[in-house]
């Protein structure tokens, strides 16, 4: 990543940002013209940005808030819309980003609340974790001797799915989920592939496994994999290439025989 006062940075982009002073504000557009070098990504022009906080018309403006944290897409805290499309702004080179006419179009994810610019809350998104319980219930098994094994046969696409970040993406581009900014309607409001992704890893452990009836339980109900659209595009924005599609399929399955379960009486 170039620094912001890096002197390689011999080259100039036109960057239009969506900004918003705070969640009731009102949206506005600003450009900024910025200098980059070889290698510059996104987080490093809102870093100029934020040095030299001053519009291509000269004037003066507050810094540009923004989310990051790791810089090597791993946080998945930088999600934003990136010339009209969801991605990490971390690992969007400027080299690779900027349009024909030298630009470069920033805005907020539209599916959650916007806190400040281009910064939102993806709280409902760990809401939702919490009500499938994404999680190895280990505590008070210290005393309980030696765990089950685990398969080798397992791990490879365990670890595929293990590599979701709750960043956002997939739920930016499903044409179902919307934003839904009243927290008391969450639990009835579309899961998305995210949550449904992270039941099937858990379910897939064998330790895990011991909650998955809890877990298909919360999928069934008002806006779980029932009511999916099938529309794919969660799969094709996921930055880590997770089979989301797989895993939806997977949660069907689990779930059409947790319901044959739950009629039979067992």
């Excluded at 819309?81 to 907020?108: F, H, M, W, Y």
């Excluded at 409001?189 to 992270?198: C, D, E, I």
């Amino acid at each position: 990543m170039v620094a912001p006062s890096s002197p390689a940075a011999d080259k100039t982009v036109l960057v239009r940002i969506k900004r918003q002073d705070g969640p009731q504000g009102t949206a506005r557009w600003e450009e900024f013209r910025v200098p980059h070098g070889e290698g510059a990504n996104v987080i490093s022009v809102l870093q100029w940005i934020a040095a030299n906080p001053k519009t291509t018309a000269g004037a003066a403006t507050t810094p540009v808030a923004w989310d990051s944290g790791c810089l090597e897409e791993v946080c998945g805290s930088c999600t934003m819309l990136i010339n009209g499309k969801v991605r990490q702004s971390c690992s969007a080179l400027i080299a690779n980003i900027i349009q024909s006419d030298g630009t470069i179009t920033l805005e907020p994810m539209s599916k959650f609340p916007v806190v400040r610019d281009l910064c939102v809350d993806r709280q409902r998104m760990f809401h939702n974790l919490q009500r499938v319980k994404a999680w190895v219930p280990i505590d008070g098994t210290w005393s309980l001797g030696r765990g089950p094994l685990e398969h080798p046969s397992n791990a490879d696409t365990r670890y595929v799915l293990s590599t979701c970040m709750t960043c956002g993406c997939c739920l930016e581009a499903c044409p179902q989920f919307n934003e839904e900014q009243d927290a008391s309607k969450w639990d009835e409001s579309f899961q998305g592939a995210q949550v449904w992704n992270q039941v099937r890893l858990f379910n897939m452990q064998a330790t895990g496994a011991t909650l998955a009836d809890k877990r298909l339980d919360e999928v069934m109900g008002q806006g779980g994999i029932a009511d999916c659209g099938n529309s794919q595009n969660c799969v094709k924005v996921c930055p880590k290439e997770i089979p989301l599609t797989e895993s939806i399929a997977e949660i069907g399955r689990q779930s059409t025989v947790r319901g044959i379960k739950r009629y039979l009486g067992a």
